[in-house]
């Protein structure tokens, strides 16, 4: 589902642009729904998805991907949102019904946030294949 048309490295910026920026991208691409923006950015107007250790996990209020996927954005130095400090960005892009698949994003996110040291290698991958390793040693 990783795929490096929607990998970023950005030193800061605001959360709500730049997970807005992704999920243009995937409409472009033709990943996503052209209401996919704004139903992340409804999403997380409502009920933010940052999560412990800085991990954030942006979706949708409906589930409407055309091809599933996950965007990643690291954050270098500095971005916050509602007073929670963000270090890593994963935009799910995924079809209504694909329980089974949330379930395996939902463990994995979780054992990311869980280790601040993961965390820590993931944003300081030097590019897109280091960071696909480390996210291959994932145990969850």
Do not use: W
Not at 28 to 47: C, H, N, Q, T
Not at 55 to 78: F, T, Y
Not at 92 to 111: D, M, P, Q, V, W
Request: glycine share 6%; aromatic share 10%; net charge negative.
């Amino acid at each position: 589902l990783l795929n490096d048309k929607f990998y970023r490295k950005i030193k800061s910026g605001d959360y709500l642009q730049e997970i807005e920026s992704l999920a243009n991208s995937m409409v472009d691409e033709g990943y996503a729904d052209a209401s996919f923006p704004e139903l992340v950015l409804k999403r997380e107007r409502i009920v933010t998805t940052i999560y412990g250790n800085g991990v954030a996990g942006p979706h949708g209020m409906k589930l409407n991907a055309i091809e599933e996927s996950i965007g990643v954005i690291i954050v270098e130095e500095d971005m916050t949102y509602n007073d929670s400090k963000i270090r890593i960005i994963f935009s799910l892009n995924i079809c209504k019904g694909s329980l089974f698949l949330y379930r395996e994003i939902t463990r994995f996110l979780t054992a990311i946030m869980n280790d601040s040291d993961l965390v820590d290698q993931l944003v300081n991958a030097s590019d897109y294949k280091a960071f696909l390793k480390t996210v291959d040693t994932i145990k969850y």
